[in-house]
Nanobody, 121 residues
Framework: QVQLVESGGGSVQAGGSLRLSCAAS????????MGWFRQAPGKGRERVAF???????TYADSVKGRFTISQDNSKNTLYLQMNSLKPEDTAMYYC???????????????WGQGTQVTVSS
């Protein structure tokens, strides 16, 4: 059984930093990308960043240059380093595994339960 458990969320002031972690268990596939999504109140879930098995990364335009996705395969853990946070980054952040995506679509095999990030101005 695959489990993804996020941690590291919290409340920070604008300009601050947070690092989210996602501990994966029961997940053995390293061929499909993993990623982070977020959902703000009243809005749809949006992609934030993906990383594939070769370490190649993609980011949403809104977070480029501020967020960094990485993974430690020895620890089965995915990370999202978030710097220069803005109030508009406030959302529930979700870890995702077994991800397929294209320009305007995505499919996720497994979701974490989410961790809240709140950025105050």
């Amino acid at each position: 059984q695959v489990q993804l458990v996020e941690s590291g969320g919290g409340s920070v002031q604008a300009g601050g930093s947070l690092r989210l972690s996602c501990a994966a268990s029961g997940y053995t596939s390293r061929r499909s990308p993993m990623g982070w999504f977020r959902q703000a109140p009243g809005k749809g879930r949006e992609r934030v960043a993906f990383i594939d098995s070769d370490g190649r990364t993609t980011y949403a335009d809104s977070v480029k240059g501020r967020f960094t996705i990485s993974q430690d395969n020895s620890k089965n853990t995915l990370y999202l380093q978030m710097n220069s946070l803005k109030p508009e980054d406030t959302a529930m952040y979700y870890c995702a595994a077994d991800v397929e995506y294209g320009r305007d679509w995505y499919r996720v095999g497994y979701w974490g339960q989410g961790t809240q990030v709140t950025v105050s101005s």
